[in-house]
């Protein structure tokens, strides 16, 4: 199965923390991982019962350092975009959705989840890859953050053996670098460029790029900005040519 990283992003109550270990381990999966999180003493420890295992060897990070590391990015939220024109938070999958679009890769998947009092910023939501809501009653729809956890846990245990290695993170920057850096090559309007980002990233994310096809989109991208300048035509000649002989490699 993927390497899976349930991440409690600033958690308020070490209750919830020790509660959320537990449930963790209900479902068979021990990594986890808190940025910024509140003291942990004896209270989350007696919540996480028979996991303080999964408590004690719990890794504290900071969100850059899980983005960086992370070759997929899912952020849930229970708040959703009403309309495609308001993409920040769309569009957005069921837990179960979720097993499906991970099933068969093989890298590290980290699943955010964020505070108590307001869940992930705009921000948080924006360099994800993913987006996942649990759907509930209108009536009552906010979660407690361990019943969160326990749902997707619940969804994505006994996942088989990944097939195929995800591009890494360090891998996907550098292509959305290259497509911003395009984007201006091409004349793109400024004002329309950071939701053109944030889409291609939710589209990319949700694609699952293997290390093969990021290189392919950056070589497609090459030869259009060649011909877009042909007095750098020349000049690129020989890198052309080595972009040639690396698709000649078989799959």
């Not at 390497?3 to 959320?20: C, K, M, Q, T």
């Not at 910024?36 to 996991?51: F, I, K, N, V, Y």
């Not at 890794?59 to 959703?80: H, K, N």
């Not at 850096?181 to 939710?202: E, M, W």
């Amino acid at each position: 199965m993927p390497e899976i990283d349930i991440v409690l992003v600033a958690p308020l109550y070490e209750g919830n923390v020790g509660f959320a270990a537990r449930v963790m381990k209900n479902f068979g999966f021990s990594r986890l991982v808190l940025t910024d999180p509140c003291t942990l003493g004896m209270e989350a420890h007696t919540r996480a019962s028979h996991a303080k295992d999964v408590l004690d060897s719990a890794e504290v990070l900071s969100l850059d350092d899980v983005f960086s590391r992370s070759d997929l990015i899912i952020a849930t939220t229970g708040e959703v975009s009403k309309s495609i024109c308001t993409p920040m938070r769309m569009p957005y999958f069921q837990p179960s959705e979720i097993r499906e679009l991970i099933a068969d890769i093989d890298g590290r998947i980290s699943i955010l989840f964020g505070r108590e009092n307001w869940g992930l910023n705009n921000e948080e939501i924006l360099r994800s890859d993913v987006i996942c809501t649990i759907p509930t009653a209108k009536e009552y729809p906010i979660l407690n953050l361990s019943h969160a956890v326990g749902i997707i846990c619940y969804e994505l245990s006994h996942l088989q053996r990944g097939e195929y290695l995800l591009a890494s993170r360090e891998e996907m920057d550098h292509l959305y670098a290259h497509i911003d850096a395009y984007l201006d090559r091409i004349g793109h309007p400024s004002f329309k460029r950071k939701p053109t980002l944030l889409l291609i990233r939710r589209v990319l994310g949700r694609a699952k790029l293997t290390a093969r096809e990021a290189s392919t989109l950056h070589g497609l991208m090459r030869r259009s900005e060649w011909h877009i300048s042909p007095e750098e035509f020349e000049r690129k000649k020989g890198e052309e040519e080595e972009i040639d002989e690396e698709e000649d490699l078989p799959l």
